[in-house]
């Protein structure tokens, strides 16, 4: 079964930085996507940045682009978010998802908040 855990989150001031973790498990991720997605109180859900398996392609949102970058550790199963440069708007809970490549992100993990004060 397919877990993803999601960690490193919390509350830091504005300017400040943050890298997320997500640890994947139960099955070989070598064609999929995994993204990291975020959602505001009283907001949809939003795409962050993604990253392919097997290449390492990336790409952001324009909201982040610049300030957050998206890579992954083949060797220990999990995908990062370094988040620099936190402004108050970034607040939300954060979530990693995983799709097949050219496919639908099926697996969620659980989130981790992230709050950043002005």
């Known amino acids: 079964q397919v877990q993803l855990v999601e960690s490193g989150g919390g509350l830091v001031q504005a300017g400040g930085s943050l890298r997320l973790s997500c640890a994947a498990s139960?099955?070989?991720?070598?064609?999929?996507?995994v993204g990291w997605f975020r959602q505001a109180p009283g907001k949809e859900r939003d795409f962050v940045a993604r990253i392919t398996w097997y290449h390492g392609s990336t790409y952001d949102s324009s909201s982040v682009k610049g300030r957050f970058t998206i890579s992954r550790d083949n060797a220990k199963n999990t995908v990062y978010l370094q988040m620099n440069s936190l402004n108050p708007e970034d607040t939300a809970v954060y979530y990693c998802?995983?799709?097949?490549?050219?496919?639908?992100?099926?697996?969620w993990g659980q989130g981790t908040q992230v709050t950043v004060s002005s």
């Open positions: 139960g099955r070989t991720f070598r064609d999929y996507t």
């Open positions: 998802a995983a799709a097949p490549t050219g496919g639908q992100f099926s697996y």
